[in-house]
């Protein structure tokens, strides 16, 4: 299987670059206006599925994802034990409505 994997190099030299400044709040939820755009494509024969995941200030979602993670391993949600991605602990689609519309807008075709 052929994987292919694309990233938009420059928010990562933004990060790099000390002079970048830090992001300014927007209102009184301290967010910034940045957006951001994550997309997932995967092809198997002629079947594809395709997931999107968008919001505001990527680093205002830190919190909330850590949070719902840490609540879902003390109440027993996850699949497994150890060291894993949140994808190999819990339901994708669940975890992400979990945080959906505040935090993330998703979507899975």
Known sequence: MRKSYYINLAPLADLRNPETPAPVAADQSGR???????EAIVRKGSEKRRAT???RDIYAITA?????????????R?????TAAAGELFDARDFLESLSPEHLSFEIQ
């Open 32 to 38: 910034s206006t940045q957006n951001f755009l994550m």
């Open 78 to 82: 996850c699949k497994n034990l150890g």
């Open 53 to 55: 995941a968008s919001g």
């Open 64 to 76: 909330p994802i850590v949070a719902e993670a840490t609540e879902r391993i003390l109440d027993g």
